[in-house]
Structure formats: structure tokens, C-alpha cells
Nanobody, 126 residues
Framework: QVQVVESGGGLVQAGGSLRLSCTAS????????MGWFRQAPGKEREGVSC????????VYVDSVRGRFTISRDNAKNTLYLRMNSLKPEDTAMYYC???????????????????WGQGTQVTVSS
């Protein structure tokens, strides 16, 4: 059984930083791409970032590029999202997701099938 568990969310002031972590078990972690998604109240879930199985390729949504950094440690089955220069509009529930089928972040990676975590709340105050 695949389990995906996020941690590291919290309340931070605008301009601050947070690091989210995610562990995944029950799958060959280093075979699959991993992603971070977020959903704000009243909005659709959006793909924030994706990282390939090896970590050599990353993708970011325009609104976070240059501020967020995705990384992974395959030896620890752990995914990270370092978030700097946080803005109030970054407030959302953040979800970690393990790709079910692919090791790469190509095309419409945000529309593929994933194993999902329960989410961790990030709140940025102005």
C-alpha cells in the first residue's frame, strides 16, 4: 500500500520561508516523478512543481519560479519544497504526489495519475 505523508507547513509572514517535506513508502520511490500541488479556498488545485525520478529535471509554475525549489533524496524516499519570499497568495493546502506511471515531468504532468498525501497547510500573513 502506497503512503504519502507531508510535513512542514505552518504560518509565516510575507517574505519568510518554509520547507515542506514528504515521505513516500510502498513504491519504488526512485522510479517515479514527484510533484507538489496546492489548493487555495475557492480555487482549483494547481500543479506547483515537478521533479523527475533522478532529480535532474524540474518544472515550476510561473508564479513560484525563482522563489521555490523542489528537490528529492532518493536514499531517504523524501521529497522537499523550499519556499522563499513567500507571498499571501501562496496561502493554500499543499499536497505531495507520487506519479503512478512516469519518471519524468513532461507535457501535462499536472494532469497525470498520482498517489496523494493528505496535505499540509501553508498560511502567509501580510
Amino acid at each position: 500500500q502506497v503512503q504519502v505523508v507531508e510535513s512542514g507547513g505552518g504560518l509565516v509572514q510575507a517574505g519568510g520561508s518554509l520547507r515542506l517535506s514528504c515521505t513516500a513508502s510502498g513504491l519504488r520511490f526512485d522510479d517515479y516523478a514527484m510533484g507538489w500541488f496546492r489548493q487555495a479556498p475557492g480555487k482549483e488545485r494547481e500543479g506547483v512543481s515537478c521533479i523527475s525520478w533522478s532529480g535532474s529535471s524540474t518544472v515550476y509554475v510561473d508564479s513560484v519560479r525563482g522563489r521555490f525549489t523542489i528537490s528529492r533524496d532518493n536514499a531517504k524516499n523524501t521529497l522537499y519544497l523550499r519556499m522563499n519570499s513567500l507571498k499571501p497568495e501562496d496561502t493554500a493546502m499543499y499536497y505531495c504526489a507520487a506519479d503512478r506511471t512516469s519518471g519524468y515531468c513532461r507535457g501535462s504532468w499536472f494532469n497525470r495519475e498520482y498517489y496523494w498525501g493528505q496535505g499540509t497547510q501553508v498560511t502567509v500573513s501580510s
